[in-house]
């Protein structure tokens, strides 16, 4: 069995329902276990800013598919949500992303993990060092809390607890 980090996120609403109905889903699959998930984040949007703010998250999951299955697997609960490929880094119902696949370091035409851009995303590095804070990021050689710390503290602040995370307390 493998490990992986999956990042979620949704700008579309009813958002957090997205959130929930794809790890349902990853769950549903009988070759995917679904071990633990961060709270969710609100973020603005990164690249085409004229679209509503994301909830974004990161759950870690024990597989036993190959990475490029895996990522199959992601795409089809993208598109049985609704996922529809329009504007690049435009809205989306769901999103899921492997950002990392048993620390192998992957680079095929359809998949690149770690997830290319993560090491500059705070949306992406705060959730995941939330539930993985010393999982070190092949290529980077460093762990999950260290870029996640090494982002400018204007990202960091941008990335906020969203105050109806499921199973936490929030004072937003």
């Not at 949306?123 to 010393?134: H, K």
Request: glycine share 6%; with cysteine.
């Amino acid at each position: 069995m493998t490990h992986a980090y999956i990042g979620l996120g949704s700008n579309i609403e009813p958002r957090e329902d997205h959130l929930s109905a794809a790890i349902q889903l990853l769950g549903e699959n009988k070759t995917i276990t679904v071990d633990q998930q961060s709270a969710v984040y609100q973020t603005k949007p990164v690249g085409y800013t004229e679209q509503a703010d994301f909830l974004n998250m990161v759950v870690q999951i024990t597989t036993s598919l190959s990475a490029l299955a895996l990522l199959d697997a992601c795409q089809s609960i993208e598109q049985e949500l609704g996922r529809r490929r329009g504007i690049r880094f435009g809205p989306r119902t769901i999103d899921l992303d492997i950002l990392w696949y048993d620390n192998q370091k992957i680079e095929t035409e359809r998949l690149t993990v770690p997830h290319s851009r993560m090491h500059e995303r705070a949306f992406v590095l705060i959730p995941f060092s939330e539930i993985a804070p010393d999982v070190m990021i092949p290529g980077y050689d460093q762990c999950a809390d260290t870029l996640a710390q090494s982002l400018p503290s204007e990202e960091r602040q941008g990335v906020r607890e969203w105050k109806n995370s499921p199973g936490r307390e929030s004072e937003q």
